[in-house]
């Protein structure tokens, strides 16, 4: 490993950048210096501003091009401590468009569509609780407590714990599955005793079974924690406290959930109903 590299990282460590943050923070800069085959510090910033534009040559996605944006703004204003070259690194404005929801019927029939056990056990832990996948992947097996019925997400986005609300039905599968999969400390333990499954893994697992589901929506295990969301919203809960089950650091993240309820959506009034006829029509309707 460079000292540019071991530098690189430790200016992460001690900051509490989570380990998917430093890989991809470390990926982005490997990826600088690919491209012009020369260390990342002897660039110009011309010559990095020109990467940029290589990227969406390439039609790299909004979401791919800013995560880079944002490790090589690090690097150069944290560990090289450049920080003019930060201002010829600006972010792309990504498309906002609203995240796929599944009814309820679409979320039952996605998952009897899961094959017992692992699929479907997922797939259940994932909407019952409204995680991402990498808080999926992380739950242990004391994060469960059935005493108080809760689920404890640790170390999530923003390197922060929550807890969330436990089912009954999802601690009888949950008890279930650990019965026959006594492997700690992971709820969902990968190849090797010391690992949980990958995010590849259950993402291709995932689109196997909307693919089996036949669902018309282009549906992914993220997709769940949007339903999760949008249908907590319409049983009533409010925005407040989705947020902070959500895990949410800006209530406007939370509240965009408000454009996909249905209930609300019909509680709002129709602008086009609340108009009266026109006069030419009541006079024709009393003709007729």
């Known amino acids: 490993m460079s000292v540019l590299r071991q530098r690189l990282i430790e200016d992460m460590q001690v900051r509490n950048y989570s380990p998917r943050t430093v890989e991809a923070y470390v990926a982005a800069v490997a990826k600088l210096a690919r491209h012009f085959q020369r260390s990342p510090d002897q660039l110009s910033g011309e010559e990095i501003r020109a990467f940029q534009v290589d990227l969406l040559a390439r039609k790299t996605s909004w979401s791919q091009f800013n995560q880079i944006v944002c490790g090589l703004r690090f690097f150069y204003r944290t560990t090289l401590g450049r920080p003019e070259v930060v201002v010829m690194l600006p ?107 990958s995010d590849g893994m259950v993402q291709r697992l995932a689109q196997r079974v909307v693919a089996r589901a036949q669902l018309r929506k282009k549906a992914t295990l993220h997709t769940l924690r949007h339903s999760y969301a949008t249908h907590l919203l319409e049983a ?50 009393g003709q007729g």
């Open 236 to 285: 009533g809960v409010d925005v407040v406290t989705l947020q902070k089950l959500l895990g949410h650091s800006d209530l406007s993240t939370t509240a965009r959930y408000l454009h996909l309820s249905t209930r609300q959506m019909q509680k709002l009034p129709n602008v086009l109903d609340l108009l009266g006829l026109p006069k030419e029509e009541k006079k024709a309707e």
């Open 91 to 197: 972010y792309g404005k990504r498309p906002k468009s609203l995240p796929v929801v599944l009814s309820m019927e679409e979320v039952a029939q996605l998952l009897a569509a899961a094959k017992p056990g692992r699929e479907r056990m997922l797939l259940e832990t994932a909407y019952g609780c409204g995680l991402r996948i990498s808080e999926l992947l992380g739950l242990q097996v004391t994060d469960i407590d059935a005493s108080r019925m809760v689920v404890t997400v640790r170390h999530g986005k923003g390197a922060k714990d929550r807890q969330v609300p436990l089912s009954a039905r999802l601690l009888t599968s949950l008890r279930a599955w650990w019965c026959t999969h006594r492997q700690k400390p992971w709820l969902f333990p990968g190849k090797t005793p010391a690992g949980h499954l």
